[in-house]
C-alpha cells in the first residue's frame, strides 16, 4: 500500500517488512486506513465455523504504516484504523507503538482515542522530511533477529542451525546452546515464539538466550544439563508481510501439525520443517510465547491436561506446573484436554503425545518490550530448573571466591 496526500506533502506506506495496512483514504483530514486482507483456506475456515460458530483465532490484527513527510515544517497528523470482524475481542486493545531513532514506544493515552471494536484514533507529530512508523505493536524485522542470532552465536555457547525454508524460501532459523566442551547436552528445551506474526516474540524467546548467558551459577550449571533451542521467528513469511496468523499464502501453520501427521493437503512447508525438528530433538519440554504488549488482562497458560502422558511423568509434569504457577499471582489457565477444539491440529497436543513433552502455551501480558522479554527468560528458566528437579538443584556447588 502507498498514499500520497500531496497537499500537505504526507506520504503513508506499508512497502516495507512487516507492514501492513489495506485501502487509505481521507475523511475530514484523518487519515483512515483499512486492515489488510487475510484470507485463509477454506478447510480453516469451515473448522472455525464448527468449532467456534466462526470466532477464534482472529486474523487481520495486524497494522503497520510509515509516515513520510517531504514537508519543511513540523505536522500533528490523525491516523484512524479500522478494525475487521475478524479481530477478535481484545486483541486491539491500546496502547498502539511509534518508532522513534529505531527504537519502539507506546504511545500515551493522550494520543490515543480508542472504540472498541471499530476502529483507533492516533495523533502523530511527524517532524518536517522525517518519517515515523506506527503500528499496533512492536514489530521487528527478520533481518534485525537474525543479527541479533549471529551477535548471540558470537557472544555466547549458541549455534544457529537452518531447520528448514518457508513457502517463500525464506530460511527457518534455531539457536541451540551447546555446553563448555562443545557438545550437546542429552535432554532438550524447546522455546518458540508463536507462529502468529502480530504477536511477536522473537525478542522474548532471544531473551531467553541473554539470560541463559548472564555467567550465574544457575544458567551455567541449566547449559550443562539441557540444550535449549530456541526458534524466535518460526513463520518469517507471515512476519515480512505483515499477517496476522497466515504465512501469506492463507495457510495458517500453527493449525497445520494434525493435517500433517494425517498425511492431508495444505500443509505449509513452515510447519512441516518446524515439526521434522521436533521430531530429530524429541524435547522434554515446550514453551511457546504469545505476547501481547497489553495489560488488559492476566498472563495465561495452557498446560496439558494429565492424561496425555504415562504415570512415570506425572510427577515432573506436576513439578513444572507448580513451578510455572508460582510466578504470578493472577492467571487465567485452562489445561489442553483431549475434549479441546482443534487440539489435535497444534503442536502443543503432538508434541506430548508422541514424544511425551512437557508442552506449554504461555500468553505473556506485559506492555514493554523488555519487560516480555524479561518475562519470558524468568519463565523458561523457572520451567528448566523445575523440570531438573529438586535434587538437581541441591547438587549446586559452592562458588569459588577469590579477592578481588
Ligand atoms: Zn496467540
Known sequence: MRFTDESHQITLDSDFETGSAGPVRIVDGVYEIAPQPEPVSPWFTAALEEHFGGAGVPREYACHVRVTSSATTDQRIRLRFFFSETNGNR?????????????????????????????????????????????????????????????????????????????????????????????YADDTILIGATMQPAEPAARPVLAVAHALNDGSALSKRLLERYRFVLIPLPNPDGTAEGRSCTNGCGQVPMFSFGRLLAGEDDVPKETAALWRHAEALRPAAYIEFHTHYQVS??????????????????????????????TNLDWRVTPIERTTPLCEAGKFTNLADRFGTLAYCYQIYCISEEATAWHAATVSMTLARALAGDEWAAETPSPVIVPG
Open 91 to 183: 486483541y486491539m486493545d491500546p496502547p498502539y507503538w511509534i518508532l522513534r531513532d529505531e527504537r519502539w514506544w507506546p504511545m500515551g493515552a493522550g494520543a490515543t482515542r480508542f472504540v472498541s471494536e471499530e476502529h483507533v484514533e492516533l495523533d502523530i507529530d511527524v517532524p518536517a522530511r522525517g518519517a515515523v512508523h506506527v503500528a499496533n505493536k512492536p514489530y521487528v524485522s527478520g533481518g534485525d533477529v537474525a543479527s541479533e542470532m549471529e551477535s548471540l552465536a558470537q557472544v555466547g555457547p549458541f549455534e544457529i542451525e537452518q531447520i528448514g525454508v518457508t513457502e517463500k524460501d525464506r530460511p527457518l532459523l534455531s539457536l541451540s546452546s551447546t555446553r563448555a566442551d562443545g557438545s
Open 297 to 326: 488482562r492476566s498472563h495465561k497458560l495452557n498446560p496439558m491436561g494429565a492424561d496425555w502422558f504415562d504415570v512415570e511423568r506425572h510427577a515432573d509434569l506436576e513439578r513444572v506446573n507448580e513451578a510455572l504457577l508460582s
